[in-house]
Every structure is written in structure tokens, then in C-alpha cells.
């Protein structure tokens, strides 16, 4: 079906009338301006020709459609242009950025500059242009030159040296945690930058994000106590260095609950719904450091009351004591939670693809201006003829030529 240009399209959102160009691949960028679009935005996705976004190629397809993609790049036009072409270049330089907000790139440092796209040629031909730069390392610095992923950056930050049990091999995360950190964070740089320059009357300018900066900035304890007392924290596994008790505990029906009893009154309604009154009543119990410092003491009991119970068991005790158990789910648990669905936190999109597919729905709700999941991912270049031909305006004796070297589709 003929995708209808913009200004025939429902769209509705606190960002309705910006207009994003994405250049981002993969997770990182693209998760910026997956948010971006959810909450109104036109988000017009930049592809390469042959093949687009590598994410189109990772997970599990359906039927051989992507599956990730149809999270990933919900909301957003797909337009496939080769910009490293120096006639789609100046294409897209002098069509397609004058009538943009923002752009989000994570090319290596120097590409845009490599195909004569730099910041000082998009503020040429639009000085409000904001330029979002995301890469591992920043655009500046010794390892700004360095290719790297989310993993790569998970492992230099200290967070894969912390996760883990004592004594085993560090671990990393089995999902895009710095990748999904450094995009959410690229969206509150992006309404920054933007709040300065419509609301105060500023400029344009460069935002240079890494996926290093956002997972450091994670650590504050850990940082604090290793410059201040010289003193690194070690793998504990499901433990805390600040509280106690917490840990992941095994129930009589063979499943996992989790607990953290971060405060005073909590942990002592832990020790009294475990059948342990006398415990809150040491002298260590009242501050968070002494029951860390006799973690077995407040631990080992409830490790044992929860395993003479089932799942079920536990949480209906919990609920009623109000402590803070909760249950460790899978993911097909946690879609079918009763919370998770009356809030809809994972929605139905209807695709002309798939029928239905399910999906992290938006990451937080307005009360005035709700954002909304309009379309899962589309096609390569879906979107083309609609920016390029129809709002661009754009003539077929330029679109033609190009389409026959392959570096437009």
C-alpha cells in the first residue's frame, strides 16, 4: 500500500511537528530516536540501499520478517539513500536538512566530515540544526578513533567487574544495556538542546554522547568509595553492599523470588513475617551497615522460610505483611503480569506483516500529550516516494539517475 506523505498522516504527541533525521544504526541511536518518534516526532530513517539497518538482520525473524526491527524502527519513515555518494549528499544536504530539527548520527568520528556533511555544512544551510553524535568512546579523547559495542563498553565501564558470584568470572548483560542507556540519555540531551534553543532563543549545536559517559555515570557509590577510602567493591552476586536482606531466594515449587529490604521498617517486617522477631532487636539490626556486616543473620532465615513455601505462597504473605518480595520472571511471565497488561506496558500493534505483535510499549505516560505506537517497523525505504518525491518535491530526472547507480532506493 502507497504510504500517504506526512501531512496526511494521524500523528499526535507532545513532539508532533519536529522533525528527526536519523542516520543511527543498530541499538544505541536508534533506541533515541525510537522514544523520539513515540512521543510525535517524524523520525525520517536514513538507510543504506543494500540491506539498511543491520538490526533488520539480528534476532529471530518471523516468516522472514525482522522482529527486532519491528520494535526498533516502529514509528519511523525509511528512506534509503548512500550518503557517502557526493550527489545524494548534497541531496540530502541541501533537501532534506533544511526542513529537519535534529539529526542523530553514530558513525565513527570524522565520516559525516569524510562526506563533506559536517556540523559546519548542516548549520550552513540550517543554523538551528541540532546535531546528535553517539559513539562508543565520544568524538574526543584517545579511543575516540576505537570501533566499539555495547558489550565492549558494559566491560570497560565496571559494571560486568561488579555482576557475578564470588569467585566466578565477571558477567555481562544478555540484553543492549549500554546501548539503551546511552540512547535514553541522548533524548534528554536532545529536549535539552532543543528547550535552549526555541525557549531561550539560543543556537543549534553538537551533542557528543558515548556509551561510555551514561554507564559511568551509574556508579556513584562504587566511584565515591574507590576515590575517597581506596576501596573496590567486589562480586557478591544477588547481594548488596548497602542493604540487607537481599538476594534472589528459591521456593518449593522450583522458582525464584527476589527481596530488598532497603530500609529500616522493611527489613524488620521481613524478619517478623519469617518468624525471626527477635533479630530486629540487635543492636546492629537498626542501620543498614550492621545487618550487611551480619548478612547470614538476617539472610539465612529468610532464605529458608521461602523455601518451604511456593511462588505464590510467598507473594501472598508478602502482599500481606507489606514487604518487598517480588517474583523473578521470565519474559512471557512478566507480559502476562496482570499489572504489566491493565497498564499496557507491552501493547498489540496490528502489522500488515505479522497480523499482531506484541512490544515494549512507551517508557512513560502523559497525562495531556500521550505519545503512541502508530506502526511497528516498515520496510526498507517504505517511505521514499512520500519525503523525497511528494514533500521534498523532489523531480524524477534527479531521483531516476540515482536510483540506477543503487545509492538511492
Not at 543473620?297 to 523455601?307: L, R
Request: aromatic residues 6%; negative net charge.
Amino acid at each position: 500500500m502507497k504510504e500517504r506523505a506526512l501531512a496526511e498522516v494521524s500523528v499526535a504527541g507532545p513532539l508532533k511537528g519536529l522533525r528527526v533525521i536519523e542516520l543511527a544504526t543498530v541499538v544505541a541511536g536508534p533506541s533515541a530516536g525510537q522514544v523520539l518518534a513515540d512521543y510525535g516526532a517524524d523520525v525520517v530513517k536514513i538507510e543504506h540501499p543494500k540491506g539498511g539497518d543491520g538490526i533488520r538482520r539480528q534476532g529471530r525473524p518471523k516468516n522472514g520478517v525482522p522482529l527486532w526491527w519491528k520494535a526498533l524502527g516502529r514509528n519511523k519513515r525509511s528512506v534509503g539513500m548512500y550518503l557517502g555518494d557526493p550527489e545524494v549528499a548534497e541531496l540530502f544536504l541541501n533537501k532534506l536538512v533544511p526542513t529537519a530539527d535534529v539529526i542523530i548520527e553514530n558513525f565513527r568520528p570524522g565520516t559525516l566530515e569524510r562526506w563533506n556533511l559536517g556540523y559546519d555544512r548542516l548549520s550552513s544551510v540550517n543554523p538551528g540544526i541540532i546535531l546528535a553524535r553517539l559513539t562508543g568512546f565520544g568524538q574526543t579523547g584517545p579511543y575516540s578513533h576505537k570501533p566499539a559495542f555495547g558489550t565492549n563498553i558494559e566491560a570497560m565501564s565496571g559494571i560486568a567487574d561488579l555482576t557475578g558470584e564470588p569467585g566466578r568470572p565477571p558477567m555481562l548483560p544478555v540484553f543492549a544495556l549500554g546501548d539503551y542507556i546511552a540512547g535514553f540519555c541522548m533524548v534528554g540531551a536532545i529536549m535539552m538542546a532543543l528547550y535552549h534553543r526555541d525557549a531561550k532563543g539560543g543556537t543549534g549545536q553538537v551533542i557528543d554522547i558515548s556509551l561510555l559517559r551514561p554507564l559511568i555515570a551509574t556508579l556513584s557509590r562504587q566511584v565515591v568509595h574507590s576515590d575517597q577510602l581506596q576501596f573496590l567493591e567486589t562480586r557478591i552476586g544477588n547481594r548488596s553492599a548497602s542493604s540487607a536482606p537481599r538476594n534472589a531466594y528459591l521456593t518449593k515449587d522450583n522458582k525464584w523470588v527476589c527481596l530488598s529490604a532497603a530500609t529500616n521498617e522493611i527489613a524488620t517486617r521481613v524478619m517478623n513475617l519469617v518468624g525471626k522477631p527477635d533479630v530486629p532487636l540487635q543492636p546492629w539490626f537498626g542501620n543498614a551497615a550492621g545487618r550487611v556486616a551480619h548478612f547470614a543473620e538476617v539472610d539465612g532465615p529468610v532464605a529458608a522460610w521461602v523455601a518451604e513455601r511456593t511462588r505464590d505462597e510467598v507473594m501472598r504473605a508478602s502482599e500481606e505483611a507489606e514487604t518487598t518480595f517480588a517474583p523473578i520472571y521470565d519474559i512471557a511471565e512478566m507480559m502476562a503480569d496482570p499489572h504489566v497488561v491493565a497498564t499496557d506496558m507491552v501493547p498489540s500493534i496490528e502489522d500488515p506483516e505479522l497480523g499482531h505483535i506484541r512490544m515494549p510499549g512507551l517508557p512513560f505516560a502523559m497525562s495531556e500529550t500521550p505519545g503512541s505506537i502508530r506502526w511497528a517497523g516498515r520496510p526498507l525505504a517504505s517511505s521514499s516516494e512520500a519525503v523525497l518525491s511528494e514533500e521534498l518535491g523532489i523531480p524524477d530526472s534527479i531521483l531516476a539517475p540515482l536510483r540506477e547507480r543503487g545509492v538511492l532506493l
